[in-house]
């Protein structure tokens, strides 16, 4: 179980709030002893100032020390002492309209609080939230003026000691209960868990890789296990620090938030499905095709194409033939694929994509009535399903149905001890090239030979899909590697 430590120079500054047992003073943290170093420590320092060697540098200086996860850190403290930092483009302050807020009086400045990325005043929500991403800090009070743009003028570190009114106190409660919630738990609540991990969601998003009946299971699942479960999403991210574990269920992508997720989650030394390198390696089919190419792992042929090289497309029209299939490096869910019948159609296809991509590949058409997705996690299999084409399509996801956004067709899931061994085989031989996390192999089989397609990271885990043969197994046993992986690293911390 990790544990939430609230350090303030004096007791009577958590006067006005709840009284809870993780509040303590400065004294009482530099005296403390560790008593148990496998458990992971959040240390939120509320001290009265972080001036150099003041209680509150200290307090974020010796947490550092002792390997706790300290708000704000000492490379914030140093930050915020340095104006010329202000000075770096943010985006939100183009956003703020100067005659809303000043009524139109420039050479004006503007004081507001913020209280964990959040402030009453709406015409700065955007602008709180990205000052705490970038100096993640308590309370920071933030000095603004007009003149023809918007400048940060100042920013400062509060403590709750220097919060004025009731209404300022109330709102750092109210935002503290929100960014830290488990310090309002009974003791008794909190002890029925050992470990506690974050799924990372996007409510809105057309396609998830899993859908909510499954993150409950995920949930119900780490339950069980001692794991305290919670959804966040993409605005929790400076909040990482309070899991032992990442579990990321939305479509990966490296110019994306999905990996900024990862790789922070990482830097805290907290385990995380799917890790930076699995996203790298799986997120682009030119690496997959090349690292498969190298090792020699069975797959349909397969030409990189350049975008200036007019001699790989001949030659790919030569080798492969029609039809063939074309795929950008970084498509999902089918997206970014595309059969294409002819020269003509090919040269048409190649030109629109190479204004995406520099780099496409082209790869021989293989028919068959459905695709192998072999589910392997820590290079063992776990699920098998056998998902058939699209009605009248040639692929699982017709994205450009006219019934609807888009159509799937139908599928089989087996235990995998009846998957054919060369699909066993070909998907394990591809997983073992990329790492030790969650991934779903795509193949197709042609008699007794199996053709690996792409190894997918985020695969999907849908209800009455992949869970159907093993049902709450499946999800009980990916929850159980992610206790034995935050067992093995507290291990290490001993």
């Given at each position: ?7 303030v ?21 530099l005296?403390r002893?560790?008593?148990?170093k496998?458990a ?11 001036r ?5 540098y ?17 490379r914030?403290?140093?930050?915020l ?11 939100d ?15 004006d ?12 005043n ?19 009070e ?10 940060i003028?100042s ?28 310090i309002w ?12 991990l974050?799924i ?8 998830p890789?899993?859908?909510k009946t ?9 339950n ?17 620090a ?8 939305e479509?990966?992508?490296?110019d994306?938030?999905t ?16 890790d930076p390198?699995s ?10 095709t ?9 797959t349909?042929?397969t030409?990189?194409?350049?975008k ?13 033939g ?16 595309f ?7 090919f040269e048409?296809r ?16 293989m ?19 056998r998902?058939?084409?699209a ?12 019934a ?11 235990p995998?001890y009846?998957v ?5 085989d070909a ?8 790492g030790?996390?969650?991934y779903?192999?795509?193949l197709?089989?042609?008699g007794?030979k ?13 209800s ?5 043969y093993?049902?709450m197994?499946?999800y ?10 935050i067992?093995?690293?507290r291990g290490?911390?001993?």
């Open positions: 179980m990790s544990e939430l430590l609230i350090v120079d004096s007791l009577k500054d958590w006067g006005p709030y709840y009284p809870t047992e993780n509040v303590i003073t400065f004294e009482d943290y005296a002893q560790e008593e148990n496998k992971r420590t959040r240390v939120i320092n509320l001290c009265r100032n972080y150099y060697l003041s209680k509150g200290y307090c974020s200086l010796l947490a550092e020390a002792r390997d706790h996860h300290v708000l704000p850190s000492v914030v403290i140093n930050d002492n340095q104006r010329q930092l202000y000075t770096l483009h943010l985006d302050l183009d956003e703020i309209d100067a005659k809303e807020v000043m009524g139109g009086n420039e050479n400045t503007i004081t507001f609080l913020s209280y964990f990325g959040h402030t009453s709406p015409a700065f929500k955007n602008l709180a939230k990205e000052l705490f991403e970038k100096f993640p800090c308590p309370i920071l933030v000095e603004l003026a007009y003149h023809r743009r918007w400048e003028e920013l400062h570190a509060l403590s709750p000691h220097g919060l004025e009114t009731d209404d300022q106190e109330t709102e750092f409660a109210e935002a503290l209960d929100q960014f830290s919630r488990k738990r009974s003791p008794k609540s909190r002890k029925q868990y050992a470990y506690d974050a990372l969601c996007n409510k809105d998003e057309r396609l890789p899993s859908d499954a993150i409950k299971h995920f949930i119900k699942a780490g069980k296990l001692g794991i305290d479960v919670e959804v966040i999403d993409r605005k929790d991210y400076v909040r990482l309070e899991y032992d574990a990442l579990f990321i269920r479509t990966t992508a490296i994306h938030h990996f900024r997720f990862a790789k922070k989650a990482e830097t805290e030394g907290m385990v995380v499905i799917d390198t996203i790298l390696r799986c997120c682009n089919k030119i690496y997959l090349d690292l498969f190419n190298v090792n020699k792992v069975p349909p042929k030409m990189i194409l350049a200036n090289s007019k001699k790989a497309l001949e030659q790919a029209v030569t080798d492969l029609f039809p063939m299939v074309l795929k950008i490096p970084d498509g999902s869910f089918s997206q970014g694929v059969k294409v019948k002819d020269v003509a159609e048409q190649t030109t629109e994509l190479f204004k995406k991509s520099s780099l496409l590949l082209a790869q021989e058409y028919y068959t009535e459905f695709d192998w997705r072999i589910g392997v996690i820590n290079n063992r299999p776990l699920y098998a399903c998902y058939y084409m009605k009248n399509h040639w692929q699982i996801y017709n994205h450009g149905s006219p609807s956004r888009f159509t799937t067709g139908g599928y089989d899931t087996m995998t009846e054919p061994k060369p699909v066993l998907a394990l031989k591809a997983t073992k090239l990329i030790t996390s969650l779903g192999v795509d197709k089989q042609v007794d199996a053709m690996v397609i792409e190894v997918n990271d985020n695969p999907s885990i849908e009455d899909v992949e869970d159907k093993l049902g197994q499946l009980e046993q990916i929850m159980q590697e992610f206790v034995n992986r067992e093995a690293k290490n911390r001993a």
